[in-house]
């Protein structure tokens, strides 16, 4: 790849359930580099829960927002490898685009991204020779996110498509009494459980108080800080949702909070 002097070079992100412990990830690689050597190949998460279309669409829709444009993000989370599901790619507004299964794994960032063009990755010319049934990510995905990244025309990868799968959309809900009712949506490496709830829902100007699973947790909190070493708190996340934590602690395994966990806020 001849690039200019005045032009960077491209920036594909990786985000998989492969784990690190097999070849896979390092495949992804050796192809992308193999088809354009000057790819600055950024990992955003390959620890995604096996399967887990949700946690990696979660992922995904917290890391790109903070991406340059013109950025290339490679989505492998496939349970459906193989079957009749469609690869996509997508050009957003802000001039991303998203190499994926169809699956609904870009749901919630295109809801921060407008999607512009639709394309079904049908064109084998940018596929590996005889590709596999079983790891489209090898085969599919990053060859079509490398050439996507060398300048071939998001437009020659296949015909458009007018919608894609989405994921529902689990949103709080008011109850009778005034409470707000959330849920877990995603639990971090430290056992943080980020909820549904963004900042803007809870009360301006009055104390909030926070219940998981009928358990008190206190008013929402500043930071991790504001409460002693084991006790649990009730916070803003950097992710702008309501957050469940344990100071110095994992609250996943001390509250036993998964995904999907109730959590309701009250006065």
Known sequence: MNESPNRMPPIITLLTDFGLRDSYV?????????????ARIVDISHAIRARNVREAAFVLACAAPYFPPHTI?????????????RAIAVRTRRHAVYVAPDNGVL?????????DTIIHLCNPDYWRPEPGATFHGRDVFAPVA????????LESFGPRLDAIVTLETHTPARLPDGTLEGAVQYVDHFGNAVTNIPAAGLPAHAPAHVRVEARPIGRVNRTYADVNPGEPVALI???GFL?????????????????GAVVRVGQ
């Not at 495949?27 to 000057?38: D, E, F, H, R, Y």
């Not at 749901?107 to 999607?115: F, M, R, V």
């Not at 602690?249 to 909070?257: E, I, S, V």
């Open 26 to 38: 390092g495949t992804l690689k050796g192809v992308l580099l193999g088809i354009c050597p000057a």
């Open 73 to 85: 993000h490679t989505v492998v989370v496939d349970p459906g490898v193989g079957g009749p599901r």
């Open 107 to 115: 749901t919630p960032a295109l809801q921060n991204d407008e999607p």
């Open 146 to 153: 490398a050439h996507l990244a060398l300048g071939a025309p």
């Open 237 to 239: 996340g950097s992710h």
């Open 243 to 259: 957050e469940i934590a344990v100071r110095d602690g994992n609250a996943a395994q001390t509250l036993g909070l998964d995904v």
